[in-house]
């Protein structure tokens, strides 16, 4: 593993443990060349995917990025009081269902529409912030429809 201080490409395994949430290895590295300390996750990935992008010019293709998803749903979170795990764990199982649904290609529809189930039973407020920029929220009565119908779901 290559270090990302010095660019040397000889590290030793201090610690290994599995993740908090159990979907990775978390490794502990030391180089060898500057004695600098760096973590490591590794994860198991079924197979490669696809995003298919929609958009007015076609249909754009791009490499599924867990971390910008994972980035995309702790944004939706922040300064709300879920724990980082309850985020992994749900990102984790967003990525395993999308890898063994046995398609090479998904629609960033469908993931925007897998992350507002995941939320939806997560955090009211996270699930209306990631609407909002999913939906395109263009003006507050936007906001104020999409709530109303977040509380009488709620409700009933």
Known sequence: ??????????????????????????????????AARFTTFERIQLRDLVVVKSGTEGA???????????????????????????IEQLVSGIQRQLETAGEGEVASTRI???????????????YIRFASVYKDFREARDFEEFAGSVSEVARG
Do not use: N, T, W, Y
Request: glycine share 6%; net charge positive; charged share 40%.
């Open 60 to 86: 754009r293709r791009e490499p599924f990025d867990r971390e910008k998803l994972l980035r995309s749903v702790s944004i939706a979170c922040r300064k709300r009081p879920i724990d980082q795990v309850r």
């Open 112 to 126: 925007g529409e897998m992350v507002m189930d995941g939320l939806k039973g997560l955090d009211s407020v996270a």
């Open 1 to 34: 593993m290559r270090c990302p201080f010095c660019g040397h490409d000889d590290s030793q395994v201090k610690d290994s443990r599995p993740s908090e949430d159990g979907s990775a290895i978390r490794r502990r590295r030391q180089c060898s060349a500057c």
